[in-house]
């Protein structure tokens, strides 16, 4: 028997529902599919278009209200009722440096240097505040033009500070209303920088300073770069060079290097020991640097070995050693013999000397330090090796180091040696320098 709404169904379509109203019922499902697929489908689309920009500006709230929860916490924990929202400092912390306290360090009796040296423990301050870009901040130019323009408001150098410098500065840079526009290398020289790089690679036996990166330099540190020219010209030959100046009231070796691009950091030689691991560099650079080398016993040479690398280069360039008659060539010799005495206690050869520059060679042998004087610089024990604002060592690292791998070693291209991977590793990687 069939069922009830089959009969209705049979008597008010007939015994057999006709072929077109079969067919009438095939195309209003197509059609329905159709309409509701198409709008599934655009709404689907604006789905995708849409949420990336809707997840990246969650996201960047979602920050930000982290960042203030934090602080509430934090303010919280000091026992504070509720957030304080931090003012602007003022005049007098224009040029606040955390750690740089150079009045507070001449009071607890730091001297000899000292006082300009990193002391967080006695420089906290009380005072929370924000301290705010200068006042005709402009948003520095992109790299490769902001290497060699800058806005001079930007860094701490007046107008009459520019004028009243000396002429090599002159030379170097040219004040253009608002701006600071150093020499191009595809026009004039970088007052005379091409030619002194030129000079250094031609005095380690190289036919021009193109030929650094095949000789193993890759990594410079530049002490006191100035306002980094030397640098700067470095990387346009794909050298990684970093600043280190000393703390300056208004920071404007570092910063100047800062606003140009480069690398740097404040720093200096006095006590303690360069924030760097043993043999980071391939080349240390002293150019007029202010540094008597020969001062505590040596160790601010000990500490410019720990930073090289087995047959890396110290250039020191200094006009005071530059002969000019018989009685400053006297002066030179009895300035540079002490240092030429040192420097044969730590292995190191002074390879070339031509007018005011002498550039000498860390030893790629650690049987040499076998050969010396009883007397010579000791090597460190192992585990001395603590490189972070310690106190400088009167010894030599780094010569049982797995590091210890001399830069003429590396390959000419930009892939590790098979001495160098077996230290960082067996990965197929490039090195980025």
Not at 150 to 168: E, R
Not at 248 to 262: C, H, Y
Request: proline share 5%.
């Amino acid at each position: 028997m069939r069922s009830p709404s089959l009969n209705k169904l049979s008597i008010i379509f007939g015994p057999r529902p006709p072929i077109s109203w079969l067919l009438l019922c095939f195309v209003s499902v197509l059609v329905l599919i159709a309409v509701f697929g198409s709008s599934s489908s655009n709404s689907f689309d604006s789905v995708t278009f849409t949420l990336v920009p809707e997840i990246y500006t969650n996201y960047r709230r979602l920050k930000e209200q982290a960042a203030v929860d934090y602080f509430e916490l934090r303010t919280l924990s000091f026992g504070a009722s509720r957030q304080r929202e931090l003012g602007f400092c003022g005049k007098e912390r224009e040029n606040y440096v955390p750690c740089y306290n150079v009045t507070a360090n001449l009071l607890l009796g730091f001297k000899d240097g000292e006082e300009f040296d990193r002391h967080c423990e006695v420089s906290r301050q009380g005072k929370w505040c924000l301290i705010g870009p200068p006042k005709d901040f402009k948003i520095p130019l992109r790299w490769p033009a902001g290497r060699d323009v800058i806005w001079s408001g930007n860094v701490k150098i007046t107008k009459d500070q520019f004028l009243s410098s000396g002429s090599k500065t002159k030379r170097m840079m040219l004040l253009e209303e608002n701006q600071l526009a150093f020499h191009s290398e595809y026009g004039l020289v970088f007052d005379g920088v091409k030619d002194y790089s030129r000079q250094i690679a031609e005095m380690m036996g190289l036919g021009s300073d193109s030929e650094f990166f095949q000789a193993g330099v890759r990594t410079v540190l530049d002490i006191g770069c100035g306002f980094g020219s030397f640098g700067a010209h470095l990387v346009s030959l794909k050298l990684m060079a970093l600043c280190i100046a000393a703390y300056e009231a208004t920071r404007s070796q570092v910063q100047l290097a800062l606003e140009r691009g480069l690398p740097a950091m404040i720093g200096n030689f006095i006590s303690r020991q360069l924030p760097y691991p043993s043999l980071s560099f391939d080349m240390v650079h002293c150019a007029q640097c202010g540094i008597v080398w020969d001062k505590k016993e040596g160790m601010f040479l000990i500490e410019v070995d720990r930073l090289l690398k087995p047959g890396g280069y110290f250039v020191l360039t200094s006009p005071a050693s530059k002969p000019s008659g018989s009685a400053t060539g006297t002066k030179k010799i009895n300035m540079l013999t002490p240092l030429e005495q040192f420097t044969q206690k730590i292995c190191w050869s002074l390879i070339a000397q031509q007018d005011e520059t002498f550039i000498w060679q860390k030893t790629a042998d650690t049987h040499c330090y076998s050969f010396r004087k009883q007397n010579d610089v000791p090597l460190c024990r192992e585990g001395d090796d603590a490189p972070y604002y310690h106190a400088l060592m009167p010894c030599i690292t780094g010569t049982s180091s797995k590091r210890w791998i001399p830069i003429q070693n590396r390959s000419s291209s930009s892939y590790l040696s098979s001495a160098e991977l077996e230290v960082h590793g067996k990965s197929q990687f490039r090195r980025f320098l």
